[in-house]
Structure formats: C-alpha cells, structure tokens
C-alpha cells in the first residue's frame, strides 16, 4: 500500500498509551495546521480508541506472530465452512476457542505491563473482537490495521460492519507497525530502614485478629446452638409422629379383626336367613293349599 500520511499518523498515534493518545494528537494536529490543513483536520477527527479497542491495538503491535497465528486459524475455520467439511469445522471451532483464550489472557498481560489494568468485561470484549477477526475477512483486516476504535463482535452469519470501529476508513489492507515492550528502568537498591515501632505494631495486629477469630467463633457457636435447638425439636416432632402412627397402626389392626369377625357373622345369618325364607316358603305352600281344600268342602 502507498504510503497515506493520515495513515501514518494513525499508526503512531494508535500505538500510544491511552493517556498520551489524545495530547499527541491534538498536538500533531496542531502542528500539520500550517502546512496541511486538510491532513491537521483529518487527524484531529482522529477517535480515542476504548480500552478494549487500545488493548487490541497493542496486542496487534506487540504480539504480531500470536494474532497471525489467530487470523491464520480464522482463514481455514472460513474455507472450511464454505466447504461445509463437518470434521475439520469442528477441530478448527475448538481451536478456535482454546486460541482466542488464551490470546485474550496475553492481551491482559500485555496491557498490564503497559500499565494499564484489564476489566473481566474489557477482556470479554477483547475475546470478541478476536472471535470476530476469525469468524469475518473484514473484521481480521480491521484488527491487523491496529487502527480499532472500539471493540468488535460477530454473529457468524452477517458480516462484520466495522466502519463505526476503523479509525481510518482507508485501512483495509493496512498493517500496524510492530513494536517491542517498553525495556523496565532499573530500580534503585532499596535499603529496609528497621521499624522502632514494629514489636507494638505486631502485637495490635495480633490482638485485632483474635478479635475477629473470637467475634467469628460467637457468631458460629450461635449458629451451632440454634442448629442444635432446631434439631432437638423436629426429633421430639419425629417422636410424637412416629407414635401417632403406630397408634393408628394398632387401631387399623383392631379394626380388621373386627371386619374379619363381622363379615364370618355376616355369612351365618345369611344362611339363617336363607334357611328361614326356605321353611317360610314351605309353610305359605301349605296354608295355600289347605285354604283351596277348606273352599272345596264349603
């Protein structure tokens, strides 16, 4: 790509610490006002990146073989779903995921060596815009520009708009410019200057964690009592239910026998009863038949 001096500028600028980010480009801008007025006004429109989006950009910078190595993946996890090869989806798909992590866990380290702490959200939107560069052409080309104003995130089926997080809409195909870790300044030998006060210091500190080991140990002996008085109660309900039941197991016992000699008494008069309407029966035959012979002689 020929060289753009917007370009240029941008990738100066984006490799900033975020503090010096907007200082450095108010004052180049300042500075391009006299001999480029189109150029000054183009780099003070120039956008602070967010954290995620200034932690990407550094990774870019600091890190080039690792996102490579992510962007590589993403390229084949592409090929390979447009081939619809099920096998080799699924690896790239787990490695993709394993990748993204653990390039994620390096931005968090290589933010914090340049001082600058590393939210669990901030990395969360890290890990998406990583996702995104695998799963999208335009998005990987975004996150190599080392331009990112924002994070970035992907559906895995629309593409990737990444107009409104591209510092400089001219940077497709744009690569940032690597560069190595700030070297750390030797720190001055430290000597250790004995404290008068450092027996009386130990001792307030040990008797303020007695404290609060003893204050803790009230409070779960008091759980411990309550848990035992609570026991204690429901065992005596235990009881009491259990007894009830067995009273009613020995009533329903009793109750059966009672059914058992019922039902034998049941039957006998039943056969009383049968017997009975036989013999009435019988005499009714009788009586019929001497009423007819009675009404013969009359």
Do not use: C
């Not at 975020?18 to 006002?33: N, Q, S, V």
């Not at 790239?92 to 959200?121: F, H, M, N, P």
């Not at 411990?224 to 239910?241: G, P, R, T, W």
């Amino acid at each position: 790509m020929p060289n753009d001096p917007l370009l240029d500028a941008a990738d100066r600028l984006y490799g900033l610490p975020m503090a010096e980010f907007t200082p450095a480009r108010d004052a180049l801008a300042k500075e391009l006002k006299g001999t480029d007025k189109d150029l000054s006004a183009r780099v003070k429109a120039l956008k602070k990146p967010s954290v995620a989006g200034w932690v990407v950009n550094l990774l870019v910078r600091r890190e080039q073989e690792q996102v490579e190595q992510v962007l590589a993946v993403g390229e084949a996890l592409r090929e390979a779903q447009a081939k619809l090869e099920g096998e080799e989806l699924r690896a790239l798909t787990r490695q993709r995921r394993q990748l993204t992590s653990a390039v994620t866990a390096r931005a968090r380290a290589v933010a914090k060596e340049a001082g600058q702490r590393i939210t669990d959200a901030v990395a969360d939107q890290v890990e998406a815009t990583l996702t995104a560069a695998m799963l999208d052409e335009g998005a990987a080309a975004a996150v190599r520009s080392g331009l990112l104003t924002g994070a970035l995130s992907a559906t895995g089926v629309d593409a990737v708009d990444v107009s409104a997080v591209l510092a400089v809409p001219e940077a497709a195909g744009f690569a940032a410019s690597a560069t190595a870790a700030p070297e750390v300044d030797a720190r001055p030998e430290l000597h250790v200057v004995p404290d008068p006060d450092a027996d009386e210091k130990a001792r307030r500190a040990a008797e303020e964690r007695l404290a609060a080991t003893e204050a803790e140990l009230t409070k779960a002996q008091e759980a411990a009592d309550a848990a035992a008085a609570e026991v204690k109660d429901l065992e005596a309900k235990s009881m009491q239910i259990t007894s009830e039941i067995d009273e009613l197991k020995r009533r329903l016992a009793e109750l059966d026998d009672n059914l058992d000699q019922v039902d034998e008494e049941l039957a006998d008069a039943e056969d009383v009863y049968a017997e009975a309407r036989a013999t009435a029966s019988t005499a009714t035959k009788a009586r019929d038949a001497a009423a007819r012979a009675l009404d013969k002689l009359s």
